[in-house]
């Protein structure tokens, strides 16, 4: 099974989820989309895969889209688009794609419905929050 992870490394969610995937035994292709980039077909591949439009697709927090005015529900899907090809942060991330599909993994467990094999436990987030027990089973 290959497992691709669109990446930000500076995002606790991004690394619980890479995390999570190495634990179950993955070894996943790493896309570090801000130093990649985005096209527009990827883009609106991916959003069509894991279900996402454009607006439910945008970084809202920790990122730039409040102050370039993206939040303001009259912005198309059009303008969305171009600004994150332009400034790629403004995805929200880790968009994972696996045989079993693709999807935005957040909150990060979302990801263990996309893997064959669950990580052995126990597995904590890097908060401290469970995420299987120790007899291997999901917690929550």
Not at 69 to 97: F, K, Q, T, W, Y
Not at 113 to 126: A, I, Q, S, V
């Amino acid at each position: 099974m290959t497992v691709v992870i669109h990446h930000n490394p500076d995002c606790g969610t991004s690394r619980n989820v890479l995390a999570i995937i190495e634990a179950s035994g993955e070894t996943p292709v790493v896309i570090s989309y801000l130093d990649t980039g985005w096209t527009r077909p990827q883009l609106l591949a991916l959003f069509a895969a894991a279900d996402l439009t454009p607006r439910t697709g945008l970084r809202t927090t920790k990122s730039p889209a409040k102050e370039m005015g993206l939040l303001d529900p009259s912005v198309d899907d059009d303008a969305l688009l171009a600004a994150m090809l332009e400034h790629p942060v403004l995805v929200n991330r880790p968009i994972v794609c696996s045989p079993k599909g693709t999807r935005l993994c957040r909150p990060s467990e979302a990801v263990l419905d996309l893997l064959d094999h669950l990580p052995p436990g126990p597995m904590t987030k890097e908060d401290g929050t469970p995420l299987i027990d120790a007899e291997g089973n999901r917690v929550g």
